[in-house]
């Protein structure tokens, strides 16, 4: 037998390398995590109606089936990569059962608001195996649901008993409803001559009472108790200290919101110490506001921020070309592109953003002569120089053309990956002085100071003790904020297309992953760009769990959240 130094065999070495191999890319555990998903898919396009007791039961047999398959599997002769996913798949089938549940027990306080429903899913299941329908019998449910409709209109005018989240499923229910309606009649109208005979008019009628019911549902959200409309026109709906802690536990950050605010608090001091020595750097005394505002004037003209961009983009990549601080693909570098932000999602938008594509916000000619000035400032070179990295390399731009290419079977999305780690970029650029000027540290700190607000006042505005209009006054008072940014920046965070944890997750994200270079790199265990080459390869996961895999921490079945990274 030929051996290799070590007394190993050439033939096991071989095979060890190929092992390795496929593990960057599987597990034991994506041989049950690729079938879930394709099964997921199709009944999910199958049983499309939203909230409809069929669907809820038929995947309730889905999760409950994968999650006692899983269990069948023996967790201690999985290798450490595996062991996560186990561990996240089995947190993804809980979280879905638990939604599932959430959903079983609102529908059911909804029932007398929908006393019609049985009748339409009952159309709409035989439909899909195109069942003959006694046309007749359709057209009289479709008057007989619309008549109870209009009933059911007239006594929840004046009810104020469903709460927010009964008042969101109701509307999700008429919303299926009206799905299921449509599908029926697309389906059967034109090429059933009975059903084109008596359906037609029955049709419209009950169209349109879904439509109005589906618009009172809508106003009562509007204006139901909880909601934090004090002027500002930014509504939203707190989602209380209880809710988010059960938020952190998932998400793995085993803080309370109390305690990352504190954190919050703490990383602002030492921002506003730093804004303090720029200004006095560029001759301004301590007056960091008077600092921020010159560099707000250093706008490009309109038509110039495309140009900016690159040049930005350019120094960008080369400080990390330099620093051999990680592997920059070409093809990374070669594919992503630019595109202009609508004016209507500057709205929530008002700074540029990255990824594959970055989308430039900048003045159009729609906008107020007073708009296109406080966009122009908002995106003013040197505070655009301090995210560059962050929206495209080695940030979010490299994040999704690595994730589509390591372990790409991992669907565990987090913000605290996405979002720590292109502010991490921030944060270590910030450490190895990118900022050539005083300028540039008044733009770096400035998004700083930002990323620490955002802690701030989404917890606070989540635990019920700020409105809307004081999360806005407080960006534009204590960060330096233009008032039209502002507003858009609470108005994204609150309007229900963001994890109530979003905001939270950019400043703790990349708070973990500097606690993760520090252990790592800072010690002389990694390079930087072992260590960086090697998060990106994992795909999405939780930091904490990236650490265990790093560090080569035993991974117990039980595994609970523990890492206490913060220290200042």
């Known amino acids: 037998m030929i051996t290799v130094s070590g007394g190993i065999s050439a033939h096991a070495t071989a095979q060890q390398t190929t092992t390795n191999a496929l593990y ?23 049983y499309f109606i939203e909230n409809s007791p069929e669907r809820r039961e038929r995947l309730k047999q889905l999760y409950t089936g994968y999650l006692r398959q899983l269990q069948e599997v023996n967790f201690d002769a999985l290798p450490p990569g595996s062991r996560v996913d186990y561990i996240l798949f089995r947190r993804e089938l809980q979280e879905q059962l638990r939604l599932l549940e959430t959903e079983t027990q609102q529908c059911r306080q909804l029932d007398a608001w929908f006393p019609f429903a049985g009748d339409i899913y009952t159309i709409e299941k035989a439909r899909r195996r195109g069942g003959r329908p006694d046309a007749a019998a359709v057209a009289a449910a479709y008057h007989r649901a619309a008549l109870l409709i209009r009933e059911k209109e007239k006594q929840l005018e004046g009810n104020h008993s469903p ?64 909601g934090k409309d004090d002027g500002s026109g930014i509504t939203g709906h707190p989602i209380g200290r209880e809710e988010l802690v059960r938020q952190l536990q998932y998400e793995m950050v085993p ?81 992503w592109r630019m595109i202009m932000m609508t004016p209507e999602r500057q709205l929530v938008n008002p700074f540029f953003t990255g990824g594959e594509e970055l989308s430039i916000s900048y003045p159009t000619d729609s906008m107020s002569e007073a708009d296109k000035l406080m966009s122009m400032r908002g995106n003013n070179p040197h505070l655009s120089r301090a995210t560059v990295h962050h929206e495209l390399i080695a940030g979010h731009g490299l994040q999704q053309f690595m994730t589509s290419r390591y372990k790409t079977y991992r669907h565990f999305e987090t913000p605290f990956w996405i979002e720590g780690w292109a502010l991490y970029w921030e944060m270590l650029l910030w450490d190895m002085k990118f900022a050539r000027s005083p300028e540039d540290r008044v733009g770096m700190l400035f998004w700083r100071m930002h990323r620490c607000a955002r802690i701030i006042f989404s917890l606070n505005y989540h635990l019920g003790k700020w409105t809307p209009q004081q ?39 990349g ?25 990106l390869k994992e795909n999405m996961l939780p930091v904490e769990l990236i650490r265990a895999l790093l560090t080569g921490k035993t991974i117990e079945k039980d595994f609970k959240t523990s890492w206490r990274f913060y220290r200042r």
């Open 24 to 46: 960057e890319q599987t597990s034991e555990i994506n041989n049950l995590m690729v079938p879930y998903y394709a099964d997921k898919g199709n009944l999910e396009r199958y």
């Open 163 to 226: 709460d927010i989240h009964l008042l969101r499923r109701a509307a999700g229910t008429t919303r299926g409803l009206q799905a299921a309606l449509e599908s029926v009649h697309t389906f059967y109208n034109g090429y059933d001559p009975q059903y084109s005979w008596w359906a037609p008019g029955p049709y419209r009628e009950l169209d349109t009472a879904l439509k109005s019911y589906a618009s009172l549902w809508a106003k009562k959200i509007s204006t139901a108790p909880g």
């Open 255 to 335: 803080y309370s919101p109390e305690e990352l605010i504190d954190i919050a608090n703490k990383e602002f001091a030492y921002c506003d110490a730093e804004m303090l020595k720029a200004a006095a750097d560029m001759g301004l005394g301590k007056d960091w506001k008077q600092a921020l505002e010159k560099i707000k004037n250093s706008y490009v003209p309109a038509g110039g921020q495309p140009e900016a961009i690159m040049k930005l983009y350019h120094e960008s990549v080369n400080f990390l070309k330099e620093h051999d601080l990680l592997t920059i693909p070409p093809m990374a570098e070669e594919t």
């Open 471 to 509: 999360c806005v006054d407080f960006l534009v008072n204590r960060v330096g904020h233009e008032r039209a940014n502002a507003e858009g920046e609470v108005r994204r965070s609150f309007a229900g297309d963001y994890s109530p944890l979003y905001q939270v997750a950019y400043m703790i994200g």
């Open 511 to 535: 708070l973990q992953f500097m606690a993760l270079k520090q252990e790592l790199v800072d010690s002389g265990k990694m390079s930087y760009r072992q260590f960086h080459d090697a998060v």
